[in-house]
């Protein structure tokens, strides 16, 4: 997996198959213009190649989550203050979660690639609420500042997906559904 996400790690990990953790070294900004689901795209398939060129006889997932606030991009917090204005942003508000994916064998060159929305309302959050969430949940580290598998749960008045392992970072029914293609049947 090209990917240093201990989230999507957890989430493979589920598919109980072997996999290593590689984490290509990429820069991640979006491009000029580019929509948050195209910039989510790009960078899956791109950690993916990185990976793949170096490991023959390999399938290499890449992943790359972007949220989308009304067009604009929201990423990885990185700090406290930042996490905190993400927040206010998005009180009472409904953002769209582009998670990326892609599937490529290292051998063929062959890409599978898709992304997979998850709509997510958020309450109208006090101040106090975004402080005290913001003191519990180390969130600096994921898109939007609020992890749905924890805590952040309670910031969210609704989710709406075809599948609910994207929000968190790795669509596994379109992983497992790649991996099939690859002639790899997870239940096989």
């Excluded at 072997?18 to 910039?39: G, K, M």
């Excluded at 008045?157 to 559904?177: N, R, V, W």
Aim: glycine content about 8%; proline content about 4%; hydrophobic content about 45%.
């Amino acid at each position: 997996m090209a990917s240093g996400s201990r989230y999507r790690a957890d989430l493979l990990g589920r598919l109980q198959l072997p996999f290593l953790i590689i984490t290509p070294d990429l820069d991640e900004s979006a491009l000029t213009n580019e929509a948050p689901a195209q910039t989510a795209m790009r960078l899956s398939i791109a950690k993916a190649e990185a990976i793949a060129q170096h490991h023959p006889g390999s399938l290499v997932i890449g992943s790359d989550q972007v949220a989308d606030l009304s067009g604009a991009s929201i990423g990885k917090p990185g700090t406290a203050a930042a996490a905190r204005a993400q927040l206010h942003a998005m009180r009472g508000r409904t953002l769209v979660f582009h998670s990326g994916l892609a599937l490529v064998n290292a051998d063929t060159g062959a890409v599978q690639s898709r992304v997979v929305a998850s709509s997510v309302t958020f309450r109208n959050l006090t101040d106090d609420e975004i402080e005290h969430y913001l003191q519990r949940e180390n969130a600096l580290d994921c898109a939007g500042s609020a992890k749905s598998e924890g805590l952040g749960i309670a910031l969210i008045a609704a989710i709406k997906s075809d599948d609910p392992t994207a929000l968190i970072g790795l669509p596994l029914i379109a992983l497992a559904d790649m991996l099939r293609t690859e002639g790899l049947g997870i239940l096989a």
